[in-house]
């Protein structure tokens, strides 16, 4: 898939924020909780987005390598949830390519390292933080983030799905 898909799904994410920073600002008296609930729904966006990347990329690799096995992969991925793990995302890697695989590793501790370097965070753990955010006001409402936090998280955890679409583009 090319980056510019995933850029523009990421996007809209940084549109639906920016909107709720308008119509909700941080300062505005007595919409705390409103703000929470906002928050609890903009994670769960968020990980139906990293849903949709995930998606999207093996269809689009498994597609550039033939119609009907695109067919294939759009139809055995329908079912994946939000709760695409980082072992699950090698697991798909390894169902492949085994140099897919090897890519995505290699990519993913790169992308890891060079972060946690330049600023001190990991990125993986901000993609588990995230899906445990989700998985928090999805099932029991749990309202555990802010949006600003989920915004910054996102946008660290959202370097595990750059690294994924990478192994599978060759990049």
Known sequence: MPRTDLDFQFNRIEQLVSEMEAFVPPDLKGVAGFRADLAGLLVVTIAATYESCVKETLVAYA?????????????H?????????INDLHGYTGTFDDNVSARFKFLLEERKRRIDTRIGKNIERAYKQMLSWRHDFAHAGVRN??????????????????????AFAGR
Request: hydrophobic share 40%.
């Open 63 to 75: 597609g550039r390598h033939h119609l009907a096995f695109g067919t294939f992969a759009t139809n």
């Open 77 to 85: 991925y329908k079912r994946l949830n939000s709760r695409i793990s």
């Open 145 to 166: 983030t802010t949006i600003e936090e989920a915004v910054l998280t996102h946008r660290l955890a959202k370097r595990v799905l750059y690294a994924f679409d990478d």
